[in-house]
């Protein structure tokens, strides 16, 4: 497991790379999260698959951006596929921010992605993080921030955590994480649909993000597509990671026999 960067647009971009010649699958993290979070399924994949985590603009150990556009973040993905110069259609994973960004990106380039894993997001999107600017500055120990967060979200944020010399901080700036929000708020159906390489909607039974209404209706519309519901919230490959783990494996197996 490595970590290695790239550069577009004065950006640094920090990504994890099990490295390796296998095909290609590259996971994108939901908001105020990082590549790490996908650390123990990439430890389960990496006997088959070269899996790359990337930091996205503004989380992890990549910079901070001036703004968080729909474009800015597929720019960012081509960029990184440009970096690892693979030669093959790639897998993408998506959480959340990241399935959005993972099925926006097939629409835009069909002839760059093989398959696409969609964990708990919608094809129209409608949410507001403005609660998180309350966790905005510095803290004076560990166990002040998570009082300020909250320990139900604390547990899926603690990878964010960090220690500076002015106390403990997040590794996100919450303004920017309600900026890019409000970007990728909007009806993203015709991207959706535009499509029909195989994917696997994941669906968490007790998200508030992804109801069943939705995802039921995504599979519905979109050929080559099945949905999975898993016990769990929106965060499912923490909530139910052995059945996230069964799920995706299943999904590569069945996608490597075609």
């Known amino acids: 497991m490595q970590r290695k960067t790239f550069q577009r647009d004065n950006l640094i971009f920090s990504y994890l790379d ?12 939901g908001h105020m999260m990082e590549g790490v979070t996908f650390l ?5 994949l990496q006997s088959s698959f070269r899996v790359v985590a990337l930091d996205q603009r503004g989380h992890g150990a990549s910079d901070h951006a001036a703004s968080y556009t729909r474009d800015d973040y597929l720019c960012d993905i081509e960029a990184l596929l440009q970096t690892l110069d693979c030669d093959a259609p790639v897998i993408l994973l998506g959480h959340s921010l ?13 002839e760059l992605v093989r398959a696409l894993i969609i964990e708990d997001i919608g094809a129209a999107v409608n949410d507001n993080l403005s609660f998180c600017l309350a966790w905005s500055g510095f803290f004076k ?15 899926y944020l603690a990878p964010s ?14 303004a ?3 900026q890019s ?16 390489c195989p994917a696997l909607l994941l669906h968490g039974a007790q998200s508030p993000v992804l109801t069943s209404v939705m995802s039921e ?13 898993l016990p769990g919230g929106h965060v499912l490959h923490q909530d139910d990671f052995p059945g996230y783990v069964q799920a995706v494996e299943g999904f590569l197996a069945r996608l490597s026999a075609e």
């Open 161 to 174: 955590f960090r220690e500076t010399a002015q106390g403990w901080k997040l590794a996100f700036e919450p």
């Open 18 to 29: 099990t490295e390796g010649e296998k095909p290609l699958l590259v996971a994108l993290h």
């Open 181 to 196: 929000q409000i970007c990728l708020n909007g009806d993203h159906w015709t991207d959706w649909l535009a499509t029909s």
């Open 217 to 229: 209706e995504m599979a519905k519309r979109r050929l080559r597509t099945q949905v999975q519901t």
């Open 141 to 155: 120990t560990q166990e002040d921030l998570v009082a300020r967060i909250g320990p139900n979200m604390a547990r």
């Open 98 to 110: 990241g399935g959005v960004n993972a099925y926006q990106f097939a629409a835009r380039h069909p």
């Open 40 to 44: 123990p399924l990439m430890q389960v």
């Open 176 to 178: 920017e994480m309600v």
